[in-house]
């Protein structure tokens, strides 16, 4: 017996340091493995890495091949053709086909994938598979954005042979996920981790470096800094950004700045006005609330510079439809928003107060709230903040539309089309959560946004999204605050990471 | 007796009734979780069916409760995943922290607690509950942090985080030689945190026994002042201790939430609230349903030993 251990003692040193691990933190449970019946953040960073997509995007949000090794766009932008891998393999063996993509999309992704159904569902009229290697998708309209829907979190494929028995929401494979990507399922420890292994036969030669990849539940950032510090984890993906003066003089640590996760990438957080209540629905009212709130503070104090001031309701990453100065007229202005108040006949009353305002809120945005508070408080503004939690929030927010404003960091993706139409096109007022809070109606803009979808030439579509803009500025149904980046840190002997998409571990080394 | 071991099961009813109306009660429903972002009305309306949530509500309990007489206490919606199995796979983490917690505390705080009450200098009997009550006013989750920085930074014993390493999946004896250096800093938390509450106690009790005219009778037989202390009035004092170590099982069972949040320890506080937030009802009702169970049990458990250990306390019929 002795024997044996020291054997053992001496073997297993050797035969464990041989393969090479990448540990992961993240904050959040998986709960199950199926990226394609949910758009949630905590399934999307586990899953991401065992599935593919047609396409993935680079760090420029421009698509490259993944399952598909080319394709093809009509000049009219209504029919797309790919061209799928010959070696692209599912994790048991089977070949990847064009059956695959067809039973994905319209079985799965149109039924639960709530973004992908809302965004694409209507929109394609029949997917074709002439062969098993190639798929065609025929829209209705014209679609050029419809291409960078196909990465691993917008528009995972599915393998058809296992989900076909039963239903896509209770089958065993959630669990058990069988994928084409990067990493081989082996185990999922339910509140501690969920284990990979490499896909030796992976498409892409030579990827993935790691023989493992282990994610690691770990709910709280500081134990995650802690374990990054000790060397006990490689990766993190969400880095609150006070530690990041700290984490800039310690040489061990590298990080990144992106403006994309596997959640939802070039986010802005916005202020959503109540258009049906009484004061908010006061356009005064909603300038003066701009020309109140010092938004580079927020910029210094509550993000640690990790973002800037929103110039223009679309994200500046979709540079070709930023529409640079529409937020122009807007600056920072406690006595201009004091002067329209007055003329708005919000006066100060005896105790200098001119109003109340609600604003409901997840808890983690408490800290814009604070400084949300102060800025108003210095033109009579009060502000009474109800933070929820996750579900509570959302639904007093879109079903039962019980505040006066409300915080919500709103992602545009990467293509307007994708994040931004669905805060401000009417037929999207309802108990839809994160769209249209305002209960903005403006069917000029509605047709505005119908056409920008539909033309296929980028110029023509930007100077669309120009004009909706200066109309938004105008009726200002929301105020834009801060365009947010997220930091991911990591171990410097590692590298390569795409922080910003769902295979972030593609690369690494 | 019996009429306690009838309680039983009349109160998980009660009990599971209660809550169910509780948690449907609060706002929001498990869509917004399930879906992730921007859920449309059909897909909504998709999940609603699928998980029967539009039946009325009484309806929805009945179902339940049906289901629960025959041991099927339903899928967990965020785990997909039996609730059985969902519970089962975080009682054992839970059990390893907090049972060992309680015993260490309890047989320390004893210890530490007479140490106290004997003591011939004043110095070296205050000292003792000042510490204790310093101790247990540090939060438990700085007290956690405060650990790894010393143990896991510093010094470099012992992994910060989880059950388990991650790096390397070990086999056999190495997995529960691995759990144990992992256990270690999570239960020397608990077990601070715990520890106070006992040494007081302890004392207060022991120094009332110390009062009491059996004590002089002792010691006039010939006993020192310290034997007299270990042979007879420590029994006495230990009873109060007893009860509570039972009371602390059943709040720890759940309450150890912050000590798993800081070491990203798999146990049933984590989940209890995960849950909770994601609106899982079917899990929150069966962690609900296990914890009222393990409560009533440990009552009746610490009432029975108490007659054992007391023979002045009988179990006597509601009269």
């Not at chain 1, 053992?8 to 035969?15: D, G, V």
């Not at chain 1, 464990?16 to 904050?27: G, I, N, P, Q, S």
């Amino acid at each position: 017996m002795k024997i044996f251990a020291t054997i053992l003692l001496i073997l297993i040193p050797f035969s464990v340091f041989a393969e090479k691990t990448l540990v992961v933190a993240t904050a959040a449970d998986p709960g199950h493995l199926n990226p394609g019946i949910t758009t949630g953040y905590n399934v999307h960073v586990f899953a991401d890495s065992i599935y593919s997509g047609l396409i993935m995007l680079n760090k420029n949000l421009q698509p490259e091949p993944d399952l598909a090794e080319s394709w093809t766009i009509s000049d009219d932008a209504k029919t797309f053709t790919f061209n799928i891998r010959k070696d692209a393999k599912w994790h048991d063996g089977h070949s990847v086909t064009s059956e695959d993509v067809k039973y994905t999309f319209e079985n799965v992704l149109f039924k639960y994938h709530s973004r992908t159904k809302s965004g694409l569902g209507k929109k394609v009229k029949s997917i074709l598979t002439p062969n098993p290697k190639k798929v065609i998708f025929q829209l209705n309209n014209s679609y050029s954005p419809m291409i960078t829907r196909l990465n691993v979190t917008e528009a995972p494929i599915l393998p058809k042979h296992i989900f076909s028995s039963g239903n896509p929401n209770d089958h065993s494979a959630n669990l058990n996920p069988i994928g084409s990507g990067p990493f081989i399922f082996k185990k999922y420890k339910k509140g501690e981790s969920v284990e990979l292994l490499k896909n030796k036969n992976f498409y892409i030669k030579g990827l993935p470096y790691f023989d493992k990849l282990v994610m690691r539940i770990i709910p709280d950032s500081v134990s995650q800094l802690l374990a990054l510090q000790s060397g006990e984890v490689d990766y993190i993906d969400r880095v609150p950004g006070a530690e990041l003066k700290r984490l800039q003089n310690n040489p061990s640590i590298a990080l990144a700045r992106n403006t994309a996760g596997p959640g939802g990438g070039n986010c802005i957080v916005t202020i959503t006005y109540n258009l049906d209540k009484n004061k908010t629905s006061n356009l005064a009212v909603r300038k003066a609330l701009a020309h109140a709130i010092d938004r580079d503070r927020i910029v210094k104090q509550v993000l640690f510079g990790l973002g800037r001031v929103a110039s223009a309701p679309i994200n500046k990453g979709i540079a070709w439809a930023h529409e640079y100065n529409s937020l122009k007229e807007y600056d920072f202005s406690p006595q201009k928003a004091e002067d329209i108040l007055d003329q708005a006949g919000y006066k100060r009353k005896s105790d200098g107060i001119r109003m109340t305002l609600d604003i409901v809120h997840f808890p983690r945005f408490s800290k814009y709230i604070e400084a949300m508070k102060q800025d108003l408080s210095k033109v009579g503004i009060n502000l009474v903040s109800r933070a929820l939690d996750r579900s509570a929030a959302v639904s007093t927010i879109f079903e039962k539309r019980d505040f006066d404003l409300n915080l919500i960091s709103y992602c545009n993706g990467a293509d307007p089309d994708i994040g931004v139409k669905r805060m401000y096109v009417s037929t999207n007022i309802g108990n839809i959560p994160f769209s249209n809070g305002a209960a903005y109606r403006n069917l000029k803009i509605d047709s505005l946004f119908d056409d920008a979808g539909q033309i296929a030439d980028n110029n023509l579509r930007a100077k669309k999204y120009k004009q909706i803009q200066n109309i938004l500025a105008n009726d200002l149904p929301y105020w834009w605050l801060v365009e947010r980046q997220f930091l991911t840190a990591h171990n410097s002997n590692v590298s390569g990471f795409r922080s910003w998409s769902g295979n972030f571990a593609l690369n690494a080394k | 007796m019996i009429a306690r071991i009838i309680q039983i099961p009349i109160t998980l009813v009660i009990i599971l009734c209660i809550t169910f109306f509780l948690i449907h009660a609060a706002p929001g429903d498990p869509v917004a979780s399930l879906a992730g972002d921007f859920v449309t009305k059909e897909y909504r309306d998709l999940i609603i069916k699928h998980y029967e949530l539009d039946k009325p509500l009484t309806i929805q309990a009945l179902i339940y409760f049906k289901n629960i007489f025959t041991g099927d206490f339903g899928t967990s919606y965020y785990f997909k995943d039996s609730v059985l199995n969902v519970i089962g796979n975080r009682i054992i983490p839970t059990l390893l922290l907090v049972i060992p917690s309680i015993v260490i505390s309890s047989f320390l705080g004893i210890y530490l607690g007479y140490l106290s009450a004997r003591s011939s200098t004043v110095l070296s009997r205050i000292s003792i509950p000042v510490t204790s009550i310093i101790v247990t006013s540090i939060p438990t989750f700085w007290l956690g942090y405060l650990l790894i920085l010393f143990f896991s930074i510093k010094l470099n014993i012992f992994p910060i985080q989880g059950i388990s390493n991650p790096r390397h999946s070990l086999e056999g004896l190495y997995y529960y030689v691995d759990i144990i250096f992992h256990l270690f800093l999570p239960l020397l938390t608990m077990i601070i945190s715990q520890l106070a509450q006992v040494i007081l106690l302890l004392r207060q009790k022991l120094i009332y026994e110390i009062s009491l005219p059996y004590f002089r009778t002792a010691q006039s037989k010939g006993l020192s002042y310290r034997k007299a202390i270990i042979n007879h009035s420590l029994q006495n004092a230990i009873l109060p201790v007893i009860t509570v170590a039972g009371n602390r099982f059943s709040f720890l069972i759940t309450g150890s939430i912050l000590t798993e949040t800081v070491f990203s320890w798999p146990g049933l506080g984590r989940l209890m609230i995960q849950a909770i937030e994601v609106r899982d009802y079917p899990l929150v009702l069966g962690i609900l349903f296990i914890l009222s169970v393990i409560v009533m049990v440990l009552n009746l458990l610490t009432d029975l030993v108490y007659t054992l250990i007391d023979p002045r306390i009988t179990f006597k019929s509601d009269g």
